[in-house]
């Protein structure tokens, strides 16, 4: 997916989010996220929107700790919200293709990495918004999902750190019912190896609409269809949070 399809996603889904949370009002309980009202949404997302600025707009080359939205709350925090949403946006489409920042998976480009990160980071983020005040949420744009299951399942859990594992050797493969997308993710004690396409024999078929499978990968909502050994969707759902 191209650069400026990402930041228009990411146009699209912040701008909705803001519109989903102050029509929810941030008291609201976020059901998608146990524990967590609107206004810790926003708080968070627009955090991480910051975060990303950050990186793009000053070239940082090492990590670094995400900064609170300290006491922001009301009208200010949907307005704080908004302009670092915008903020976000200028940086990631005024930014030269040469950028060099940190990243945290590989990626074509940094550029690319963090338009990518942030546009899935608003949508998922969004459809909790939605969630928050009732009735049925926007779906999920079909492309956007796909690409999103691809980084959920080779970007985040190609990393070390993933604690989605088994004792013994299992096989899951993820299949989208609409979109002709597919992966492939061979279990162990280590950290998973995900390839795209069906290689192996499963032992349990995670399938669906791509948009539903891509919320489902994120623990916001049940798996479409599950088919074979369910146990190891229920590994994932314990497991595969990403910290």
């Given at each position: 997916?191209?650069?400026?399809?990402?930041?228009?996603?990411?146009?699209?889904?912040?701008?909705?989010?803001?519109?989903?949370?102050?029509?929810?009002?941030?008291?609201?309980?976020?059901?998608?996220?146990?524990?967590?009202?609107?206004?810790?949404?926003?708080?968070?997302?627009?955090?991480?929107?910051?975060?990303?600025?950050?990186?793009?707009?000053?070239?940082?080359?090492?990590?670094?700790?995400?900064?609170g939205e300290g006491g922001l709350d009301g009208a200010e925090l949907l307005a704080g919200f908004r302009a670092g949403h915008g903020a976000l946006l200028d940086a990631l489409e005024s930014a030269t293709p040469e950028?060099?920042?940190?990243?945290?998976?590989?990626?074509?480009?940094?550029?690319?990495?963090?338009?990518?990160?942030?546009?899935?980071?608003?949508?998922?983020?969004?459809?909790?918004?939605?969630?928050?005040?009732?009735?049925?949420?926007?779906?999920?744009?079909?492309?956007?999902?796909?690409?999103?299951?691809?980084?959920?399942?080779?970007?985040?859990?190609?990393?070390?750190?993933?604690?989605?594992?088994?004792?013994?050797?299992?096989?899951?493969?993820?299949?989208?019912?609409?979109?002709?997308?597919?992966?492939?993710?061979?279990?162990?004690?280590?950290?998973?190896?995900?390839?795209?396409?069906?290689?192996?024999?499963?032992?349990?078929?995670?399938?669906?609409?791509?948009?539903?499978?891509?919320?489902?990968?994120?623990?916001?909502?049940?798996?479409?269809?599950?088919?074979?050994?369910?146990?190891?969707?229920?590994?994932?759902?314990?497991?595969?949070?990403?910290?």
């Amino acid at each position: 997916m191209e650069i400026s399809a990402y930041t228009g996603f990411l146009d699209r889904e912040g701008r909705l989010l803001a519109e989903a949370a102050e029509e929810a009002g941030l008291d609201a309980k976020v059901p998608t996220c146990p524990g967590w009202q609107v206004r810790d949404l926003v708080r968070h997302t627009a955090m991480v929107h910051r975060w990303a600025t950050g990186f793009v707009r000053e070239g940082r080359t090492e990590t670094r700790p995400m900064d609170g939205e300290g006491g922001l709350d009301g009208a200010e925090l949907l307005a704080g919200f908004r302009a670092g949403h915008g903020a976000l946006l200028d940086a990631l489409e005024s930014a030269t293709p040469e950028l060099d920042c940190w990243t945290f998976f590989a990626a074509p480009s940094p550029l690319a990495f963090w338009a990518r990160r942030q546009a899935h980071e608003t949508t998922m983020h969004r459809f909790d918004a939605d969630s928050a005040r009732g009735g049925t949420p926007a779906p999920v744009d079909g492309v956007l999902a796909v690409d999103g299951i691809d980084e959920l399942l080779t970007g985040f859990h190609g990393r070390r750190r993933s604690r989605v594992r088994t004792p013994e050797p299992r096989t899951v493969h993820v299949l989208t019912t609409d979109e002709g997308a597919s992966w492939s993710l061979r279990l162990s004690d280590g950290p998973p190896v995900v390839e795209r396409g069906l290689t192996g024999e499963p032992d349990c078929v995670l399938s669906g609409p791509a948009s539903k499978l891509y919320l489902a990968l994120w623990n916001r909502v049940p798996f479409p269809e599950i088919t074979g050994d369910a146990r190891l969707a229920a590994l994932w759902r314990e497991t595969s949070a990403i910290v």
